[in-house]
């Protein structure tokens, strides 16, 4: 089955052919970060209407990569939600358009089930039961996933996201947009131990994350220290990568103890943070735990986690979808208690 996949939930504009017999066959990507830069934060109109220029050109280039012809593809899958609600739009009709046009069905798929399988597309591919950490620009949140279709939440964050938290926190360093990257680059040479910055939540003895007071320490700090030379940024940068990981890197051990399970999945933006990926293979190394990275370019948005997604919950073409809701915010256990996977 040649399944095409279409992601368009925020800056990033994603297409990808999945054929379940031979794997990833072309993973085309726009990122917008040129376009929104210029405002220092993802402009939502200014989203869908660059989706609307990309997501065409995008096909053929992935079909001449792929050598297919859209007549090929067997099952449309798009990014259903969550995400900004008119860049979802321009995925959803145009996955729709197409489908209409060859005769195909399209299928919607959550956000986050694409992020949290993506770790499956890499070798080794870690088995069920695991624990997942989701971490983007927008969600931070740990699920126990037994399969495909089977997530339960075990803690979130209750305000900022980590993606999110690295985000603001660049733009205080004046990193600009998208500053997780920069900060992360940033940090590589400070010292990540000349302010110790609060661990948030850290001994809160459940599963929850609090973040947005972290950049509240960042500023205090700026505002004392003022002015600020290269050195102390980059100090204090690191000190900030070292917070935010010290306390997902506990809480993913305490999952792990919690449901009794010793395979970790790492998934969304964030997971492509160096600090992260090295500590968290260091610790949990000592308790016997492994984890498991989605490809670093898989971990942010991308058209082939969504063709991967639909890949693992559809062994053939669904019957033809004649709508397209779209959710902007979805709950993903909720979504997953409501349709088991359809096989
Ligand atoms: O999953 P993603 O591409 O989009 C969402 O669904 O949100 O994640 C984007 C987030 C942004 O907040 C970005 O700053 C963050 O991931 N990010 C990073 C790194 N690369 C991307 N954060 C820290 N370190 C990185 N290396
Ligand atoms: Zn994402």
């Not at 040129?34 to 402009?43: D, F, I, Q, S, T």
């Not at 209407?49 to 065409?56: I, P, T």
């Not at 970790?264 to 293979?281: D, F, K, M, P, T």
Request: charged share 20%; glycine share 10%.
């Amino acid at each position: 089955m040649l399944i095409l996949g279409i992601e368009t939930s925020c800056d990033e504009t994603g297409i990808a052919l999945y054929d379940t017999e031979r794997g990833l066959l072309a993973d085309a990507l726009h990122s917008q970060v040129e376009l929104h830069a210029l405002y220092g934060g993802v402009v939502p109109e200014l989203a869908s209407r660059d989706h609307v220029r990309r997501l065409l050109p995008l096909l053929k280039s992935a079909l001449r990569t792929a050598d297919r012809k859209i007549g090929d593809v067997d099952l449309i899958a798009y990014t259903q939600g969550p995400g900004l609600g008119g860049a979802l739009l321009v995925g959803a009709s145009v996955a729709a358009g197409l489908g209409v046009a060859i005769d195909r069905p399209a299928v919607g798929i959550h956000h986050l089930e694409g992020h949290l399988l993506s770790p499956l597309l890499a070798d080794p591919r870690p088995e069920f039961p695991f624990i997942a950490l989701l971490v983007s620009g927008g969600h931070t949140q740990l699920m126990r996933v037994d399969e495909v279709g089977h997530y339960a939440l075990l803690g979130e964050t209750q305000d900022d996201a980590a993606g999110e938290a690295f985000d603001k926190t660049a733009m205080l360093l004046g990193l600009g947009y998208p500053g997780g990257p920069a900060l992360a680059r940033l940090a590589e040479q400070g010292d990540a131990t000349r302010f110790p910055l609060p661990r948030p939540m850290i001994g809160s003895g459940d599963l929850r994350f609090s973040f947005s007071g972290l950049k509240t320490a960042v500023l205090t700090r700026l505002r004392s220290l003022e002015p600020v030379d290269e050195a102390t940024r980059a100090d204090l940068a690191a000190s900030f990568e070292a917070a935010i990981v010290d306390v997902l890197v506990a809480k993913c051990r305490d999952a792990l103890a919690q449901e009794g399970l010793q395979r970790l999945v790492v998934a969304g933006g964030v997971g492509a943070n160096r600090r992260l990926r090295a500590q968290l293979e260091k610790e949990l190394a000592k308790v016997g735990a492994r984890v498991f990275f989605p490809p670093l370019r898989l971990c942010t948005d991308n058209g082939a986690m969504i063709a991967f997604a639909a890949a693992l919950k559809f062994s053939r073409p669904p019957a033809s979808t004649p709508s397209f809701p779209i959710f902007p915010r979805w709950d993903l256990a909720e979504a997953a208690a409501q349709s088991t996977p359809r096989r």
